[in-house]
């Protein structure tokens, strides 16, 4: 079963950024397309950011021009570039593997906090 384990959260004031990883275990993420999303205090978990098995990406509008998702298929890892943060990123961030529509399990998350 794959299992996921994100990292790199922390607290950053705005403007900066952050660089959040997301390693896979338990099948080669290969095949998976993989992504990012996060959940607000009080609010529905939203998605962030997409990247293909073939490496194409896609964005959430209010995080394009700022995040960049990449991957590294022989770490099994998936990253998430944040950039130029703002106090409304503020969020737990995860991360989801999907094939043939079905998604893995959520893992626990990793905490991102952006001061003004």
Known sequence: QVQ???SGGGLVQAGGSLRLSCAVS?????IYRMGWYRQAPGKQREWVAGITS?????????????????????KNTVYLQMN?????DTAVYYCSAEFGGRYSPWGQGTQVIVSS
């Open 26 to 30: 338990g099948s080669s993420i290969t």
């Open 54 to 74: 073939g490496g194409m990406t896609n964005y959430a509008d209010s995080v394009k021009g700022r995040f960049t998702i990449s991957r590294d298929n022989a």
């Open 84 to 88: 130029s943060l703002k106090p409304e």
């Open 4 to 6: 996921l384990v994100e």
